[in-house]
């Protein structure tokens, strides 16, 4: 059974910095490219960060500078990195996981950024 299990989100107060994980219960985990998304209240799903096995990375426009995903694959495990904490930053984050016609998405993990 498949499974993305994330830890790491939590109440941080601005400027802070986080560490979020992702282990994947998955085989041919270094096949998948893996990657980060959140969703904040009343905004669509966006991508924060993609992995690939060979760890190539990509990141949108909007999200370079503070996000830094790396990945273990000796551990079957993703991260995410987050500094520079910001309000707007509060959100879901959701780990997903993508190779061909397999995309398997975590429950999500909640960043609250707050005072």
């Known amino acids: 059974q498949v499974q993305l299990v994330e830890s790491g989100g939590g109440l941080v107060q601005p400027g802070g910095s986080l560490r979020l994980s992702c282990r994947a219960s998955i085989g041919m985990f270094s096949l998948y490219a893996m990657g980060w998304y959140r969703q904040a209240p009343g905004k669509q799903r966006e991508l924060v960060a993609r992995?690939?096995?060979?760890?190539?990375?990509n990141y949108p426009d909007s999200m370079k500078g503070r996000f830094t995903i790396s990945r273990d694959n000796g551990k079957n495990t993703v991260y995410l990195q987050i500094d520079s904490l910001k309000p707007d930053d509060t959100a879901v984050y959701y780990c997903?996981?993508?190779?061909?016609?397999?995309?398997?998405w975590g429950q999500g993990t909640q960043v609250t950024v707050s005072s």
């Open positions: 997903n996981a993508q190779w061909s016609n397999h995309n398997y």
């Open positions: 992995i690939t096995g060979l760890r190539s990375t």
